[in-house]
């Protein structure tokens, strides 16, 4: 069976070749009607326009680069499936690509990505979000990008949450439930998240009226294996806490194995809880209570924004979404 072509979408629609290349590209000045005729005849005959064609004719890659530094498998396919979405319903295909964004070669192993790949925009993560030599020749160079959750959201594109807020309020309701000995697994201190959650972490503590214990405050860095680590420092603290608020989900999780590890029953006898609502909140038990980010969302949202500017239909700005709780099984009243 012979490859469809746009000559073949002219044909079924009526239409010229050039006509059916502006629907395609979504550029103004096409009627409604015949915009949608086009794409009837697109859907019928199942056509899916060359990239490489697409390239050549425009100068441009459609192609979008995924950027990241973080151990967190779980947050990374969240993220990828947003870009995909965004990507996808504007005919543009992504690259993801892992670094090491604390490597002496950080800045040449980029530079070759863009120059072998040529992307048209780059999405990027936390931390690689706030990499001054990155974000420096980004805007020497002139290469759009957006970015998800940096520290410095003036000026540029992309998407960020109230993180600090979002952290306060778990403490809340750790309070709430009568814990008054509430430990924190600090996030890696490279990525703002870290940051922010450990300060709203404190923030909560703050306004319950409860005193900052440093044995209560154990660094871990975006891991299961992390929180495995930190939860078993705590667990055999003298006086242990009776709630441990880790600053992602997947250091949550693995608090809730060094729990199960030492006996320890959740939510009974320490209550647990994370951030990010990652799909691992739902797959463990007990069902993690959590701060839902839309971390999928976010990745679609970032996308969306640096397309806009891409494709020349408005000015990309830096987007802020809400989060949510998430309260499950893994929390419960202190005990007595």
Not at 28 to 54: C, I
Not at 226 to 244: C, D, N, Y
Request: glycine share 8%; aromatic share 6%.
């Amino acid at each position: 069976m012979s490859r469809v072509t746009i000559n073949d979408v002219a044909r079924a629609s009526d239409t010229s070749k050039k006509t059916v290349s502006r629907v395609l590209n979504q550029e103004p000045g096409v009627r409604r009607e015949v915009r949608d005729r086009v794409m009837a005849a697109v859907a019928e005959l199942k056509y899916r326009p060359l990239t490489s064609a697409r390239s050549l004719a425009s100068n441009r890659s459609f192609m979008i680069g995924l950027l990241y530094d973080n151990l967190s498998p779980s947050y990374i396919m969240e993220v990828q499936a947003g870009v995909q979405e965004a990507c996808e319903a504007q005919q543009y295909s992504m690259m993801v690509q892992p670094l090491d964004s604390t490597a002496r070669d950080f800045m040449e192993r980029v530079e070759g990505i863009l120059w072998r790949h040529r992307p048209d925009g780059l999405i990027l993560t936390p931390p690689i979000t706030d990499h001054p030599a990155l974000l420096a020749h980004l805007r020497d160079t002139g290469l759009p990008f957006a970015s998800i959750a940096p520290r410095k959201p003036k000026g540029i594109a992309g998407v960020i949450l109230q993180e600090r807020e979002a952290a306060a309020a778990m403490v809340d309701h750790l309070v709430a439930l009568g814990h008054r000995r509430i430990a924190h697994i600090i996030g890696d201190p490279k990525h703002g998240a870290g940051v922010w959650r450990l300060a709203g972490y404190r923030d909560g503590l703050k306004r319950a009226g409860l005193a900052e214990r440093a044995d209560y405050m154990v660094q871990g860095q975006f891991s299961f294996e992390s929180g495995v680590k930190a939860a078993r420092q705590l667990l055999r603290l003298k006086e242990r806490p009776t709630a441990i608020f880790a600053a992602d989900d997947d250091m949550a999780v693995g608090a809730i194995w060094a729990a199960a590890e030492a006996g320890v029953a959740v939510p009974a006898e320490v209550s647990i809880c994370g951030f990010d609502d990652t799909t691992i909140a739902t797959q463990v038990w007990p069902l993690l209570t959590t701060v839902h980010q839309p971390v999928r969302d976010m990745g679609k949202r970032a996308t969306e924004e640096l397309l806009l500017g891409l494709l020349g239909k408005g000015e990309p700005r830096m987007v802020q979404v809400d989060y949510q709780m998430r309260l499950r099984a893994s929390t419960a009243p202190a005990p007595r």
